[in-house]
């Protein structure tokens, strides 16, 4: 991997804790056990290819910004709606100079566990809930869609005012304090920020705004292209097909998603990647594909910066190197039981 | 069984003759749906490429290849044989007065297990015709063969056995579970499982609806004493577009090289509406899918 000149933003994770889909707290009652032994302890012995309990990837945080002091830290982004901390890992070399930031989150969408799986690749679970576990309609009613809930073209389509609905968009634009916290981070930081990446599953797709419209942001030629490039280098990996357009053109139609929201603000490359695989096994995607999906998205997010880097750094018309930042946040809302 | 008709390709929209407009603008509303967009022309060469007129949109040609598919698994009866959507090859779309969309296209579908795919990939053509937004499209579809029509029925035959040795977990399970892990032993279960849902997946695929198998999650009733299995269990579906999960409970009878009978019945969250159906025999197709 090139050194990093910049800091990388890694923000991810909701990770239901024994969530049910009838939102009871079931341990699977005949989970067969392939993957036992004591909890996990050290950074050595972590494995990147098994799905890990929130815990554990709160103390693999603190452990990464242990060890690799001078270049990863820790920083609180704010509280979930349980009261939870949320934290984001921010990788770069110490320097003087401004920088340059790049985004990325990985598990807005609980039950997309392959996305915050992929964030901890990237720096060294009721399991098909998707929503958050903000309480509504006097305690009846559980649950906003985070990526319907952004300040952009705010539940105008493709998304609901009904809680019960998987795609409720939120009392209000930016109503939940896990979008507030990523929002105002983002927000004070969008002058610096030049690629915002959000990690989903599943489809296979890199998606490109918008969703609210079918209209297309002032640099798509140049999105979809970049995009295509990074769709290649994935390919080249294990074979994996990966579709490439708007949202609007190639999934669904959708308003107040991150990715919108993070273009119309100003932030020129955004994209929501949705992972493995096609439909077979969709959200419950086995952990034995952790690596190789890993893998290959890593060669795409690469890709990617590899673009943003040759616009950002190559022209820099003062001849100097302007170093960037990458912030990776874990976006961490635990849920519980009904 | 011959290949499927190919009909004149839509006329192009913007020719001023009375019925060209409305066949074109019933193309348009073969697409559109109150409240929900169905996925428009990509970008890229392929079927349905923007800025070609009166090509269909890649979105319409995928929904019929699924629809196409999760016919053909339920009518061959066949778990070892199933079958999913590789790549769209190419298409038409030709929509009527009554809104009734027909699609024709060609498709190379692989094998569902991706443990036992080998890349190898089968060809199909099919026409399904979607009724405006309603469910069951007419499907006639054909496919080559993956292999050999003796070693399938050898492969279904060895699920069989397992199937009748197998003492299954009753009562709610998660399979896979939340690390994606299906134990090889109850593979059989899944496979069966997703046999009798590619009925109601077929069902209830339409223009801009389309659903998968998120998750097997109560096995009711597991009996293999007499000949054939009787299979009573839950899944929850995944609609790709709304994002919902529906749990849907469904009751199979299945013996190798039998037709599949199924019953189901699925919830719909808040909506008044209950969708359930039942198929047994091969009596309702007009026609049979012909891949072995």
């Not at chain 1, 002058?191 to 998606?207: A, N």
């Not at chain 1, 990715?259 to 439909?279: K, Q, V």
């Not at chain 1, 001849?319 to 874990?330: F, M, N, S």
């Amino acid at each position: 991997m090139k050194p990093l000149l910049g800091t990388l933003c890694l923000l991810g994770i909701l990770i239901p804790e024994g969530l049910g889909y009838d939102g009871s707290l079931a341990q699977p009652r005949r989970e067969v056990v392939e993957e036992t032994g004591s909890p996990w302890q050290s950074l050595d012995t972590y494995s990147y290819t098994r799905y890990h309990p929130m815990e554990e990837i709160y103390q693999w945080m603190i452990q990464i910004s242990e060890k690799y002091a001078g270049v990863a830290t820790q920083h609180f982004l704010g509280m979930t709606y349980e009261t939870r901390p949320m934290y984001y890992l921010k990788i770069s070399q110490p320097s003087d100079n401004p920088k340059k930031i790049i985004w990325m989150d990985c598990g807005i969408h609980a039950r997309e566990w392959i996305a915050p799986a992929f964030c901890q690749w990237f720096v060294k679970e009721d399991r098909l809930w998707r929503k958050s576990r903000s309480s509504h309609n006097n305690g009846t009613c559980f649950g906003t869609d985070l990526n319907r809930n952004f300040n952009v073209s705010w539940c105008s389509i493709g998304a609901s005012k009904n809680c019960q609905d998987i795609t409720f968009c939120g009392s209000g634009p930016v109503s939940e304090p896990e979008t507030k916290a990523v929002s105002s981070f983002v927000e004070s930081k969008k002058e610096s920020i030049v690629c915002f990446l959000t990690m989903h599953s599943y489809g296979q797709l890199i998606l490109t705004p918008y969703g609210y419209t079918k209209n297309k942001s002032s640099n798509h030629e140049e999105l979809i292209q970049v995009g295509q490039k990074a769709a290649n280098a994935l390919k080249k990996k294990h074979g994996t097909n990966y579709r490439v357009g708007s949202s609007a053109d190639i999934l669904y139609a959708t308003s107040g998603s991150s990715r919108d929201w993070a273009r119309d603000i100003g932030i020129p490359f955004s994209y929501t990647f949705e992972l493995r695989d096609n439909g077979t096994y969709g959200f419950i995607l086995p952990a034995a594909q952790i690596q190789a999906t890993c893998e290959e998205t890593m060669e795409a997010v690469l890709s990617v910066l590899d673009d943003v880097y040759e616009k950002y750094w190559n022209s820099d018309s003062a001849g100097k190197v302007t170093p960037a930042t990458v912030v990776l946040g874990l976006l961490v809302s635990l849920v519980s039981i009904f | 069984m011959p290949p499927a008709v190919s009909t004149p390709p839509a006329p192009r929209p913007g020719v001023p003759r009375p019925s060209a407009l409305l066949l074109a603008l019933a193309l348009a509303l073969c697409l559109a749906v109150p409240g929900l967009q169905a996925a428009g022309p990509g970008p890229g060469p392929g079927p349905g490429s923007p800025g070609v007129p009166g090509a269909p949109p890649p979105g319409l040609l995928r929904q019929a290849a699924r629809a196409a598919l999760h016919f053909l698994n339920f009518r061959a009866g066949s778990p070892s044989g199933l079958r999913v959507l590789a790549a769209v090859l190419r298409g038409r779309a030709a929509v009527d007065a009554r809104r009734t969309c027909r699609v024709d296209l060609e498709f190379t579908a692989e094998r569902y297990d991706p443990e036992v795919a080998d890349g190898r990939l089968g060809r199909c053509s099919a026409r399904v015709v979607f009724r405006h937004q309603k469910p069951r499209p007419a499907v006639n579809v054909t496919c080559t063969r993956f292999m050999e029509t003796s070693r399938s029925r050898r492969e279904d035959f060895l699920l069989y056995k397992r199937a009748k040795r197998l003492r299954a977990p009753l009562g709610a399970t998660s399979i896979p579970n939340s690390h994606g892990w299906i134990d090889p032993s109850l593979r059989p279960i899944w496979d069966l499982a997703f046999l009798g849902s590619s009925y109601v997946l077929w069902e209830r695929t339409t223009q801009t609806l389309h659903y998968y198998m998120a998750q097997l999650s109560s096995v009711n009733q597991w009996k293999t004493n007499e000949d054939a299995i009787d299979f009573d269990y839950m899944v929850l579906l995944h609609e790709f577009s709304t994002q919902e999960i529906i749990p849907c409970r469904i009751h199979l009878v299945w013996y190798p090289g039998k037709p599949l009978k199924v019953k189901y019945h699925c919830q719909e969250l808040h909506t008044a509406q209950e969708g359930s159906g039942t198929e047994e025999g091969s009596a309702v197709a007009p026609t049979q899918p012909n891949n072995f």
